[in-house]
């Protein structure tokens, strides 16, 4: 029998989101607007091309990227996906037996990404459904090597304040990685919520992670990528699998980010059906946190699956977290209305 790494029989498998046929699926955090105008249009232009390899350097998007933040293009790394790029910086910094510290619950591919870079993964309980950096900081240890501060994090929608996302910072050991990972940085209010870029990114140990999956309507595609000082960058480089952004997903990416305008109008959009769902949520009995992101999370405990059970019997799929709490996208007006009446008549 050949051999296989012991460690692979522990690894958590990713559980994505349910589709169910004719079902509104309100479980993956996906815009339910479509492609951004001039999208589409670039896909069927640049498809006659993709019998060929895409850019391994991805030059076009990179520099594009560069410009969008104001940054050196040497301190951009791009892969297949924001959960590519947290794989990459992993490789860049984690030996077998170190440490990867972050919030649980959090992003669901922390835990099985430093698994498969043979690190070992220590998760800090959250506190009120919110990142404890407090005791994040106090978790860190000689081992340490990478810490992700998902902000706002996913599933639970919370975020923390520039104050102590800054005081956090200040405490980690200048050679331990601090992971900012920004997936559903347009959603959040920028007088709450701190541009971890503009906050941190001057600093030699921090690396912000962006992505085209959430605001930009491209989760299909998959790309995202991270901001970083240029040392860290380019080893984030050298780890991604060659020609893993395909190139369709490098031109789309690249028109997206031209499309700014349209994409803070429809996450405003996004934002008021947040709002107003939180509020009839509310309304219903269900203690809701406020919500930074294009989701909100229902912390229903034992009736997690439950309800996602009811949900789902009715054409509507949430993601639920069993034992813990249900993640419900926020979609278009007449799917979130659907998800709230059929939490109206459970609690009938």
Excluded at 190 to 197: E, M, S
Aim: proline residues 7%.
């Amino acid at each position: 029998m050949v051999r296989v790494r012991a460690s692979l029989s522990q690894l958590p498998a990713y559980v994505p989101g349910r589709k169910l046929p004719g079902a509104v699926v309100l479980a993956s955090n996906e815009s339910p607007y479509g492609l951004l105008p001039g999208v589409a249009e670039a896909l069927a232009e640049a498809a006659g091309g993709v019998s060929r390899y895409p850019d391994l350097h991805a030059a076009s998007l990179i520099e594009a990227l560069a410009a969008h933040h104001g940054v050196e293009p040497d301190r951009i790394a791009v892969g297949a996906g924001s959960s590519e790029v947290c794989g990459q910086l992993l490789h860049t910094v984690v030996a077998p037996g170190d440490e990867v510290v972050f919030g649980w619950r959090s992003f669901e591919a922390y835990p099985i990404l430093t698994a498969v870079a043979g690190g070992t993964a220590v998760r800090v309980p959250l506190r009120d459904h919110a990142l404890d950096l407090d005791a994040m900081a106090k978790a860190i240890t000689a081992r340490t090597r990478l810490v992700f501060v998902c902000n706002p994090n996913n599933p639970t929608s919370t975020a923390v304040g520039a104050r102590a996302l800054t005081d956090f910072a200040d405490r980690v050991p200048r050679d331990v990685l601090i992971v900012v990972d920004e997936a559903y940085r347009e959603y959040a209010d920028p007088a709450l919520v701190p541009d971890g870029l503009a906050l941190l990114g001057d600093r030699p140990n921090v690396a912000v992670l962006r992505t085209f999956s959430k605001a930009y309507g491209l989760a299909g595609l998959r790309v995202g990528y991270c901001v970083a000082p240029p040392g860290i960058a380019a080893h984030v480089r050298r780890t991604q699998v060659p020609f893993s952004v395909s190139a369709l997903a490098q031109r789309a990416a690249v028109v997206a980010l031209g499309e700014r305008a349209e994409v803070a109008r429809r996450a405003a959009l996004t934002v008021a059906e947040r709002d107003r769902v939180t509020g009839r949520l509310r309304a219903l009995g269900h203690d809701v946190p406020d919500s930074h992101s294009n989701f909100v999370w229902l912390p229903l405990g034992a009736d997690s699956a439950p309800f996602a059970g009811h949900c789902a019997d009715g054409k509507v799929v949430v993601r639920p977290f069993p034992g813990e709490g249900v993640r419900v996208t926020i979609g278009l007006p007449e799917e979130n209305d659907a998800l709230l009446t059929l939490a109206a008549s459970r609690q009938g």
